[in-house]
C-alpha cells in the first residue's frame, strides 16, 4: 500500500453522486480525506479520468462539490482476490477556500480530529515558488499545514504510548524488586 498523505475517515451516511464521461448513480464512500475519497464501484473507471463529486449528506444544507481525477482502481476481480470492495481512489483537485472549508467541517463531523483550519494566503505574501499559480501554491501549503499536523499527531500518540510503557516498567520493577524481598 502506498503511503498516504492524509488521515482518512469512515464516511458513515454520505452519498456521492459521480459525474464522469458516463453519469453514475449515487454511489457509496468508503472512506474520505482532506486530499480524496475512496468510491465503491464496479463501473470501470480509467486512472486520470476527470470526475466531479457532489457529497451529500444529511445536514448539510447543499451538496459539496469537489473535482478531481481517479488515482487508484480495485477491479472486481482484485476485490475477489484481496477481499475488499471494488471501486475508485479519487484524487481532489486545488479546492475553493470555503468547499476546502465546508469539506473540513464535514470531515469533523465524521470524527477526524486535529485538521488544521483552512485560512486564506494572500498570495503576495508568498515568496518565489515553482509555481506561480497562487490558488496551487496556497492548496500546496494547506497540504503540508495537513501534513505537518498529522504527523504532530502521531508524536502525541507515541509520546502517549512512552508514558504507558515507562509506567509499565516502574511496575514491574517494583514487583520484582517486592518479589526478591
Do not use: W
Amino acid at each position: 500500500m502506498k503511503h498516504r498523505r492524509h488521515r482518512r475517515v469512515e464516511a458513515r451516511g454520505v452519498n456521492a453522486h459521480v459525474d464522469a464521461d458516463e453519469e453514475l448513480d449515487d454511489c457509496q464512500i468508503e472512506n474520505i480525506s482532506v486530499g480524496g475519497l475512496f468510491l465503491r464501484t464496479s463501473t470501470p473507471m480509467p486512472l486520470g479520468m476527470p470526475v466531479r463529486v457532489d457529497l451529500v449528506k444529511p445536514g448539510l444544507k447543499t451538496s459539496l462539490q469537489v473535482t478531481g481525477k481517479v488515482v487508484s482502481v480495485v477491479t472486481d476481480a482484485e476485490s475477489e482476490r484481496q477481499d475488499i470492495p471494488p471501486g475508485v481512489g479519487i484524487e481532489f483537485d486545488a479546492l475553493s477556500l470555503d468547499t476546502e472549508k465546508r469539506l473540513h467541517a464535514l470531515l469533523r463531523d465524521l470524527g477526524l480530529t486535529d485538521l488544521a483550519e483552512p485560512t486564506e494566503i494572500d498570495p503576495d505574501s508568498l515568496y518565489a515558488t515553482a509555481s506561480p499559480d497562487t490558488q496551487q501554491v496556497a492548496a500546496n501549503v494547506r497540504g503540508l499545514l495537513d501534513m505537518l499536523t498529522d504527523a504532530l499527531h502521531k508524536v502525541k500518540e507515541r509520546d502517549e504510548e512512552i508514558v504507558k510503557l515507562k509506567a509499565e516498567v516502574r511496575r514491574l520493577t517494583t514487583e520484582l524488586r517486592d518479589a526478591r524481598k
